[in-house]
């Protein structure tokens, strides 16, 4: 009886979806798996300790616009792009040579999974605009190219979709801003696509502080090509629901792939990181790293999962997940997974949970440091080995300060 | 006239499939219930084995919920579906044909006895060799019963406590793992014929280890085995199930229910070594092992401690685990798994914390060599209320050759921020380096892999009791055999 009540609800979410004019190739493929696809409920091994009710519940409008608005500059250097309400607008800034920026206006390929997962479908169905970024064989940018997310009004659906291609020998660094202007109950559903070619370096840095009213559904697709290097910071702050969906599959040798993540959550919120690292060429080496502190009634869930594929020889594979509670209505479900059908490898995972060592605590108040700033200070020095990772230095400085504050403690 | 014909065709058929399917002749088999799952056939059961009434209501309630189930899918295993409509659910204890001596047993089971360290008495036991009244191990048998019946120590088949203490298992039965519990549990639960019973009173240590292995009674459990065990207030036992033999049998599916209640104090240790019919080399037959086995520690301060060493089964599917619901109560899993040629394992453990104080051990050891497929698959789950809870873990899984697979599902749930909880997992092959070294010192290949196997599985091995230890590393020895290309 509940599925059939789960899939009436689903038609009526639909249908704010749904537009009036046709959609064509690879759209109305997508718009045909929605139809044989169930809304994600927790009996869904994917979606076990996400609920998605209030998403499911919730009516969102599309509000298109066009204009631009004040956003905090992460780097004042870099070349900006605003997505305001799900519309990507003209860049801001002096476009280095070597950088194509065109609309996308249809889809041609998609490399999410839309035809088993739900909201990739979505997006890939229904987008509300669509950017594709390409850096020419060759050409480093050294300006960052920094996008920022933001909407304007309340109860939206902000649904771009981003394709990022790095010719060979190619490299930048790219930063994902979700910005929060006071706007409430959104839905953002963001697909990004990337593509590394040969020797192809991309490090993506993402700070989700897009207001804690928000629903976030994140899906970033990787390809990695021989030789490439791939690197992805992703600092979780904001969000009513947030989930990462990081999918890297490695197909050419010699690769490296870097996940790093920090997740703060107090309150209600509710972070969601999953993340799959698909090894299908040998001699690949990935290393993953994600830490999180969660207070109040907050909840985080980690799902890491890395796959050797048979064939797939000389893999080093390495997956860590720390967590602090600092209450104890906090949650976090922790589950690191290995699947592996080739033997000579190294992998490795760890995970492990616990508090704020009160003998540190109390060593550092011994020396004359009050609580809150000891604890402030642990809560820095957990998270540091991940912050340290960044190479963007605009980017890092950024961080470490809002980390800082997050905590009222 | 052809229809007839065809009947007697078919009849024939099963008839020769049914008796030449693993060896073992057995007598004609008369005391047989019609194939089929129903509640007719659980009636029947019940009034075979003269079940009280309230035991019948348990199994047709286990029957209706059971109806309403859909198979798991879940686990990392592929198997063909099991038709239940085509099982029996009740055959009478079939008498096995006597052997007159060990000449005529298969000389493969012989050659393995024998690479087990297995007596000359015993792998005429095992291999069911008829055997004088005043062989050892039933002397040993009968003076055993005798000294736990002085310390007051309940251990018979599932059946006798039915009829001898059937307030103590009315009251047990089904706590641990509830009727609806999962699919293999709920069948079970309706069409369980038999199984063994065992209960600690308060302040005694049992003096021996108990094993299944030495009741006489219980020379073919059959399929849906029940084990139920109490270990009162302060007690202490150490129970052995299965042993290294090779164990041939009949059954395809085997779905037995375990449970164990420890109370204030108690302590049970729980062995297993499993060594069921893992298929030929190409993956045809063997065994289907789902088995659901729960330990509640009910008391402050008890304990409870699983041991496995799973070599057999095609396909197995078993998490023994715990539930830490006294304060400072303890948890352990120790788990060696391996699988060669077809096999497929998901085993793991479930520690869910409840009580303050509570401790959790998590060691598993996965192998896997041929075309096998081994998953750990746990849980930690950390309530609210286990304050100070303490977890460790750590899975570390070995492949011998490059067409095997070795997976880790680990479920960490933490809702107490003075939990410590730590989780670790490996994966790699044996060092060419450390079989190198054995090899300049005149150790063979083969040799070497069991060297550095039961190196690597020390930690587990070390839990078992002395003499089930050293068949165990015989064991992965064997079961490795072969596994070395």
Not at chain 2, 36 to 41: P, R, S
Request: aromatic share 10%; with cysteine.
């Amino acid at each position: 009886m509940s599925q059939t009540l789960t899939a009436d609800k689903k038609e009526l979410f639909l249908e704010s979806f749904r537009v009036s004019e046709g959609i064509s190739g690879v759209s109305k493929a997508a718009e045909l798996a929605l139809e044989n696809l169930d809304f994600p409920t927790t009996r869904d091994e994917y979606w076990k300790y996400t609920r998605l009710t209030k998403i499911l519940n919730g009516r969102f409008s599309v509000e298109p616009f066009e204009g631009s608005e004040e956003v905090v500059s992460i780097n004042e250097r870099a070349l900006h792009i605003e997505c305001i309400n799900g519309y990507f607008q003209s860049p801001v800034g002096e476009i280095q040579e070597g950088i194509e920026i065109t609309s996308v206006e249809e889809v041609e390929e998609a490399l999410v999974d839309y035809q088993n997962e739900f909201f990739s479908a979505l997006n890939t169905a229904y987008f509300t605009s669509g950017i594709k970024i390409k850096i020419k064989a060759g050409v480093e940018i050294d300006k960052s190219i920094q996008v920022n997310f933001l909407s304007v009004n309340n109860n939206i659906q902000v649904q771009p979709r981003i394709e990022i291609e790095l010719e060979p020998n190619a490299s930048a660094n790219f930063i994902f801003n979700w910005h929060h202007n006071g706007q409430e109950g959104n839905f953002y559903n963001v697909v990004s696509e990337l593509k590394l070619h040969e020797n192809a370096q991309l490090s993506l840095h993402q700070l989700q502080a897009g207001g804690d009213e928000n629903f976030l559904i994140n899906t970033t697709q990787v390809n990695q090509q021989r030789d490439s290097k791939f690197a992805i910071h992703t600092i979780s702050l904001e969000g009513k629901v947030l989930r990462n969906n990081l999918n890297i599959a490695v197909e050419g040798e010699n690769c490296e792939s870097i996940l790093n993540g920090v997740y703060l959550a107090y309150g209600s919120q509710h972070f969601d990181n999953h993340t799959y690292v698909d090894h299908i060429a040998p001699n690949c080496y990935s290393s993953e790293n994600y830490k999180g502190v969660m207070d109040d009634k907050s909840t985080a869930v980690f799902n890491g999962k890395v796959m050797v594929q048979p064939n797939a020889q000389k893999i080093n594979a390495f997956q860590s997940n720390q967590n602090i509670l600092l209450s104890d209505d906090a949650t976090i479900n922790s589950k690191p997974e290995l699947e592996i059908y080739a033997d000579d490898v190294q992998c490795s995972h760890g995970s492990t949970t616990g508090q704020l060592d009160e003998e540190a605590v109390f060593y550092l108040r011994s020396r004359g440091v009050s609580e809150v700033s000891a604890k402030k200070m642990m809560i820095r020095a957990f998270v540091f080995d991940v912050l340290e990772e960044i190479k963007l230095e605009s980017f890092k400085e950024h961080v470490e300060g809002l980390v800082e504050e997050k905590f009222k403690l | 006239m052809a229809d007839k014909l065809a009947q007697q065709d078919a009849a024939l058929d099963e008839q020769i499939n049914s008796d030449y399917k693993y060896g073992f002749t057995t007598d004609i088999e008369s005391d047989l219930a019609p194939k089929g799952l129903n509640a007719d056939i659980i009636k029947y059961i019940s009034a075979k084995k003269n079940e009280p009434q309230w035991l019948l209501e348990f199994r047709l309630a286990a029957l209706e919920k059971f109806e309403s189930l859909q198979e798991p899918e879940w686990a990392h295993v592929n198997y063909p579906k099991i038709d239940l409509q085509e099982l029996h659910f009740y055959a009478a204890p079939k008498p096995k044909k006597k052997l007159n001596s060990l000449d005529e047993v298969d000389p493969e089971l012989l050659d393995t006895f024998n690479k087990l360290g297995i007596s000359l008495e015993e792998q005429k036991r095992l291999s069911g060799v008829a055997v004088d009244v005043v062989m050892d191990s039933v002397s040993v048998a009968t003076t055993f019963k005798e000294t736990l019946a002085e310390k007051g120590i309940i251990f018979c088949s599932f059946s006798e406590a039915v009829k001898n203490h059937p307030d103590l298992v009315r009251k047990y039965m089904g706590t641990v793992v509830p009727v609806n519990d999962n699919y293999y549990a709920t069948l079970n639960s309706a069409v369980f014929t038999d199984g063994s019973f065992c209960y600690i009173p308060k302040g005694v240590r049992c003096p021996m280890e108990l094993s299944t292995y030495f009741r006489i009674n219980e020379a073919n459990t059959g399929q849906f085995e029940r084990t139920l065990i109490i270990a009162d207030e302060g007690s202490y036992v150490s129970y052995l199930e299965g042993c290294t033999a090779p164990m041939r049998d009949e059954n395809q599916l085997h779905a037995a229910i375990v449970e164990i209640v420890a109370h204030k104090d108690a302590e049970v240790k729980y062995s297993t070594v499993q060594n069921w019919y893992p298929g030929d080399k190409n993956g045809v037959g063997g065994i289907y092992n789902f088995v659901t086995k729960r330990g509640l520690c009910e008391g402050s301060n008890s304990k409870i401690s699983w041991t496995q060493v799973e070599t057999g089964s095609a396909v197995t599917w078993k998490y023994p685990s715990c539930v830490l619901k006294g304060d400072h109560s303890v948890g352990e899993f120790y788990s060696v798994a391996v699988t060669n040629n077809f096999q497929q394992a998901d085993t793991g453990t479930k520690m869910v914390h409840i009580g303050k104080n509570t401790k959790s051990t998590i060691i598993s050891k996965g192998i896997s060599a041929g075309k096998s497929n081994n998953s750990y698959r746990g849980l930690v789950k950390i309530n609210k209320s286990a304050h100070n809870a303490r977890n460790f873990s750590q899975c570390d899984s070995l492949l011998l050759g490059d067409t095997c697979g070795a997976h880790t599902f680990p479920y960490i749930e933490t809702q107490n921020k003075s939990a410590k909880v730590e989780h670790e997992a490996t994966t790699s092959k044996i060092g060419e380096d450390q079989i190198f070294y054995c090899n300049q010192r005149g150790i063979d290949t083969e040799k070497a892999i069991g060297l550095i196997v039961n190196g690597y599985c020390k930690d587990v091995l070390n839990q078992l009791p002395m003499e089930f230890a050293v068949e165990a590393q015989k064991l992965l020895d064997i079961s490795l055999e072969g596994s070395v290309g």
